[in-house]
C-alpha cells in the first residue's frame, strides 16, 4: 500500500531524506566518532553491519544548519568576499580516517568547525569547554591539512542552540597533543576484542537511541527488563554489582552533601539577590556565575486542596512500565535466592 499525506508526517519526510545521504550511508570510522563511544567504533573499524536505521530530527537540523551555512559560504567565495584559497565542506583524512571540515580559513590559519547542540548542554560547554570528542575530531581535520601542507595555527568551534539560537564560540591553538591522544585511543580500540569493548552511553541516552548499532550492542538482556541486564548475563555476579550500587550510593550521598556545604559557604560571597553575576576567584581557574531567579512552580499540595474541595479526584497518569526500586536492606530471614527456593 502506497503511504499517504496523513500518514507520512514532516517528521518521516526529513528523517528519510536525512539517511539517504553520502554521510549516513558512510560505513567507515570517520573523525566524527573520534572519542566517543569505543563499541560504537569497535563495530564501524571491524566493518559490522548497521542493526539499526539511527538519525535523529536534531540531527537533520544540525545537518540543514551546516548545509545553510556552507551555500553562504560558497556564494561569498563566488562573489570574492572569501578568498578562493579557503576551504569549505572539504574532505580530508588522516591516519586512514575519514572528515569533512566546514571551513578553513587559509590567511588566518584556522580552522572552523559548526557544532549544534541545545541550550542546557551549551550552558555546561561554556563551563567545560568542548568535549574530548570535539577536541580530537577538529585537530583530526587540522592534523589532515597539516599533512597536505597547510598551516593550522587556530581551531574554532561554533556551537549554536537550536532551540534558543544562541551562540557560543570556542577558541583554541592547534595542539598536537589531541591529535597523538587520538590515535592512540583508535590503537586501544583496535586491539580489543569488539565484546570486551565498553558502553560508553546508557541505553535510555540520545546517543544510544539513535546509534546504528543500538540492537547488537544491547543484545542479550534477559527479556522484559533493563536493556543494561545484559551487563549481568556477561558478568553474573550478584554480589558484585551490588557492592557497586551500594558504594555508588554511599559515593552519590557524600557527593551531594559536600555540593550542599560549598555551595553554602560560597553564599557568603554572591554579590546580587536577583539577575545574575559573576564571580572571579584568586587561584581558581574557572568563574563562579550567581544566578538569583524567582520561578513559579506549582504548588501541588494546594492543588490537592482545591480538587478535594470540588469533590474531584486529582488528575494522575499511569506510567506505561513499571517502576522498579531496588532498597539494600538488612537480610532478614524471608529473603529470594536467585536459582533457589527462597
Known amino acids: 500500500?502506497?503511504?499517504?499525506i496523513a500518514t507520512y508526517t514532516t517528521a518521516d519526510l526529513?528523517?528519510?531524506?536525512?539517511?539517504?545521504?553520502?554521510r549516513s550511508l558512510q560505513t567507515a570510522f570517520g573523525m566524527s566518532e573520534l572519542g566517543d563511544?569505543?563499541?560504537?567504533?569497535?563495530?564501524r573499524l571491524a566493518g559490522t553491519a548497521a542493526t539499526n536505521t539511527g538519525g535523529s530530527l536534531q540531527a537533520v537540523m544540525g545537518t540543514a544548519i551546516h548545509e545553510a551555512a556552507a551555500a553562504v559560504l560558497k556564494d561569498q567565495?563566488?562573489?570574492?568576499?572569501?578568498?578562493?584559497?579557503?576551504?569549505?565542506?572539504?574532505?580530508?583524512?588522516?591516519?586512514?580516517?575519514?572528515?569533512?571540515?566546514?571551513?578553513?580559513?587559509?590567511?588566518?590559519?584556522?580552522?572552523?568547525?559548526?557544532?549544534?547542540?541545545?541550550?542546557?548542554?551549551?550552558?555546561?560547554?561554556?563551563?567545560?569547554?568542548?568535549?574530548?570528542s570535539h577536541l580530537w575530531q577538529t585537530?583530526?581535520?587540522?592534523?589532515?591539512?597539516?599533512?597536505?601542507?597547510?598551516?593550522?595555527?587556530?581551531?574554532?568551534?561554533?556551537?549554536?542552540?537550536?532551540?534558543?539560537?544562541?551562540?557560543?564560540?570556542?577558541?583554541?591553538?592547534?595542539?598536537?597533543?589531541?591529535?597523538?591522544?587520538?590515535?592512540?585511543?583508535?590503537?586501544?580500540?583496535?586491539?580489543?576484542?569488539?565484546?570486551?569493548l565498553p558502553r560508553d552511553h546508557q541505553p535510555d541516552s540520545a546517543w544510544c537511541e539513535h546509534c546504528p548499532f543500538r540492537d547488537l550492542c544491547w543484545e542479550g538482556a534477559v527479556t522484559d527488563r533493563d536493556p543494561r541486564s545484559v551487563l549481568f548475563v556477561e558478568d553474573p555476579d550478584a554480589a558484585s554489582w551490588a557492592t557497586k550500587l551500594e558504594d555508588a550510593r554511599a559515593r552519590k550521598k557524600a557527593a551531594e552533601t559536600d555540593e550542599k556545604e560549598a555551595k553554602g559557604a560560597l553564599d557568603a560571597i554572591r554579590p546580587n539577590t536577583a539577575g545574575a553575576e559573576l564571580v572571579a576567584i584568586p587561584g581558581f581557574d574557572k568563574v563562579l556565575k550567581y544566578t538569583v531567579s524567582f520561578p513559579e512552580r506549582i504548588d501541588t499540595a494546594q492543588v490537592r486542596k482545591d480538587y478535594?474541595?470540588?469533590?474531584?479526584?486529582?488528575?494522575?497518569?499511569?506510567?506505561?512500565?513499571?517502576e522498579v526500586k531496588l532498597e539494600l536492606?538488612?537480610?532478614?530471614?524471608e529473603v529470594f535466592v536467585p536459582g533457589g527456593e527462597g
Open 329 to 333: 536492606v538488612d537480610a532478614g530471614d
Open 37 to 43: 563511544c569505543r563499541r560504537r567504533a569497535g563495530y
Open 139 to 196: 585537530h583530526g581535520y587540522g592534523a589532515a591539512l597539516i599533512a597536505q601542507g597547510r598551516t593550522v595555527k587556530r581551531i574554532v568551534i561554533d556551537y549554536l542552540a537550536r532551540d534558543t539560537g544562541e551562540q557560543w564560540r570556542w577558541t583554541g591553538r592547534f595542539d598536537p597533543q589531541h591529535v597523538r591522544d587520538a590515535l592512540e585511543w583508535v590503537t586501544e580500540v583496535r586491539a580489543t576484542p569488539l565484546d570486551e
Open 308 to 322: 478535594a474541595a470540588a469533590g474531584r479526584p486529582v488528575p494522575t497518569k499511569k506510567p506505561l512500565k513499571g
Open 77 to 132: 567565495q563566488a562573489a570574492g568576499v572569501i578568498p578562493a584559497d579557503d576551504l569549505i565542506e572539504h574532505e580530508v583524512s588522516f591516519a586512514g580516517i575519514l572528515g569533512h571540515l566546514d571551513r578553513y580559513e587559509t590567511a588566518t590559519a584556522s580552522l572552523v568547525d559548526i557544532k549544534t547542540t541545545s541550550d542546557r548542554w551549551l550552558r555546561k560547554l561554556k563551563v567545560q569547554g568542548p568535549p574530548t
Open 1 to 4: 500500500m502506497a503511504t499517504t
Open 14 to 22: 526529513l528523517l528519510d531524506w536525512d539517511r539517504t545521504r553520502p
